[in-house]
């Protein structure tokens, strides 16, 4: 049997065990454009993260084809573009995003927010996220994202993205 290091991300059936607060699974965190996110499961069946979100962040209108996704807020405000609405989201709320259903999410807010995000299935999510981890060129972010199955709408396809 192989054994799994730290540097990759192999799914397969869910692990047991705990994920620790203020860590990811396997110790794997990312910055991804000026947000931090903490693994804290991934399987073959789904794959969830914990994001910490300044103001001013946000992850502009996009798809995911393959995989339905869903946020639990714990602090903080999001507003949330959702098939055609700007909406807000706050602590305790959870927002349900089918797949195929165009999304955004912003921390349009003064302090920082905090969610709880999950895909079902997993996707190619994790292994984007450590292609994405300290990248800075939104051109790059947006090839790289469709390369793994995240769909990212044209510029200015949303008014007040």
Known sequence: MRRVTDDEIVLGPLPKGITRAKEGMRKRVWNVL????????ASDTSFAFETLDP????????????QDEHIYVLEGVFTLYLDGR?????????VLMPMG??????????????????VSPAGRLAELF????????????????????????????????
Not at 55 to 66: E, F
Not at 105 to 116: D, P, T
């Open 101 to 118: 259903l165009p999304h955004a999410y912003y921390n349009r807010s003064e302090q920082n927010s905090r969610a709880l995000f999950w």
């Open 86 to 94: 700007w909406e807000t989201a706050g602590p305790g709320d959870t």
């Open 130 to 161: 450590d292609k994405l981890h300290n990248l800075e060129d939104p051109a790059e972010v947006v090839k790289l994202s469709a390369e793994c199955g995240v769909d990212f709408l044209p510029a200015g396809a949303v008014e007040g993205a």
């Open 55 to 66: 103001p001013g962040t946000g992850v502009p209108p996009h798809v995911h084809p393959r």
């Open 34 to 41: 000026g947000h931090t996110y903490y693994m804290k499961a």
